[in-house]
């Protein structure tokens, strides 16, 4: 007999017609996002959707990363189980920021314990212009997920996302993980026409890949700039935003109802850029309280997070405590979405996140 999840997806398939649908503008997550009344702080987990599941684990036993992101059933059934599960107020896609580079022939792996790695780094200008643009028939399994989940998540909202160009391009130079990212920045400012080539070559690749997903159906958006902290304000300003703002722009051209959130790790010198990049909702980190990062963004932006990942780790009093300081942080902010401020660590107790999105829908309550 087939696994649960296959049977489950091919019943969706049979009973259902799989169309794309309007994304659900009335959703907690979406009138938070645009600034809305809410009935409750809308919740969910950057990686809520992967290995702190046992479920998750078990499902994936056999099957590479790669693989998983690309097959619709399955995409479909891990992106589902945190929402069962935790009874979050969104669903964040199942895939990784490197698959549309896989998409367009980068030849790449995901690898356990490291992450990214790239067989042949680019880093001249011969390796870039070899880079094809990105067609949206070469992600039609993105799609088919995408669709086959709004179906079967009924009023709870998916959000879409990508990769943003800084950190796609960190990736292919470096050909990997880095804590300095030298080569990156030896390129950035040895050679700043080919660097911004090839970050306008990300940004195209970025820009279909989260439009395929908006047009599938996604209700919101989230481009991850994940390196971005490790630049100074100056660099991020020169050589990186303007590539984030043709990616948001690009989708808020097309799909204009779609909230955009923007999201990078150790931004705290960054938020208003990235937000004024065209965010709707400016993601903040663990490192910066609420409180700030809307007294930096002048008030005008909705935010995120911002739960240090690691105090759910922490006794339960501790940890009860902290999650109302930020409910609390943020109702000073026009819209406020609860979120790590990072992702679920692997060993994380899936108890303790169902906890926290029951305290923050308790607290929240008008």
């Excluded at 398939?13 to 503008?25: G, K, Q």
């Excluded at 590479?64 to 059934?77: A, G, H, I, K, Y």
């Excluded at 919101?220 to 043709?246: C, K, M, N, T």
Aim: hydrophobic share 40%; charged share 20%.
């Amino acid at each position: 007999m087939a696994p649960v999840w296959q049977r489950r997806s091919a019943w969706a398939c049979e009973d259902r017609e799989v169309t794309s649908a309007p994304p659900l503008t009335d959703s907690t997550l979406v009138r938070a996002a645009r600034q809305q009344a809410v009935s409750h702080t809308p919740v969910w987990f950057m990686r809520q959707a992967g290995r702190s599941l046992p479920e998750y684990r078990e499902l994936r036993e056999g099957t590479n990363m790669l693989e998983s992101c690309r097959q619709p059933e399955m995409v479909t059934e891990i992106t589902l189980q945190p929402v069962r599960r935790h009874g979050v107020d969104a669903a964040i896609f199942f895939s990784d920021i490197v698959v549309p580079l896989q998409a367009v022939g980068i030849d790449l792996d995901i690898v356990a314990g490291t992450g990214p790695v790239i067989a042949e780094p680019i880093r001249t200008r011969a390796e870039v212009e070899r880079i094809p643009e990105l067609h949206p028939d070469q992600i039609s399994d993105i799609a088919e997920s995408v669709r086959l989940l709004v179906g079967e998540l009924g009023e709870t909202p998916l959000i879409g996302f990508a990769g943003a160009p800084f950190t796609l391009a960190s990736y292919l130079v470096e050909g990997g993980p880095s804590k300095n990212h030298e080569r990156t920045k030896a390129l950035m400012h040895g050679d700043p026409e080919l660097w911004s080539d090839l970050c306008a070559r990300l940004a195209q690749i970025s820009s279909i890949f989260l439009q395929v997903q908006a047009g599938a159906g996604a209700s919101a958006i989230q481009l991850f700039d994940s390196w971005a902290g490790h630049l100074s304000r100056a660099d991020y300003l020169r050589h990186v935003e303007p590539h984030s703002r043709r990616v948001l722009g690009d989708l808020a051209e097309h799909h204009p109802d779609l909230p955009r959130i923007h999201f990078g790790v150790g931004t705290g010198e960054l938020l208003v850029p990235m937000a004024d990049a065209g965010a709707d909702v400016i993601g903040v980190d663990y490192r910066v309280s609420l409180t700030d990062a809307v007294e930096r963004t002048g008030g005008r932006y909705a935010v995120q997070g911002n739960l240090d990942p690691a105090l759910l780790f922490a006794p339960w009093e501790a940890l009860e405590a902290r999650v109302r300081e930020i409910v609390e942080e943020g109702r000073q902010a026009p819209g406020h979405i609860f979120n790590l401020g990072h992702g679920v660590l692997p060993s994380t107790d899936p108890e303790v996140l169902t906890r926290v999105v029951e305290l923050v829908h308790e607290v929240s309550a008008p």
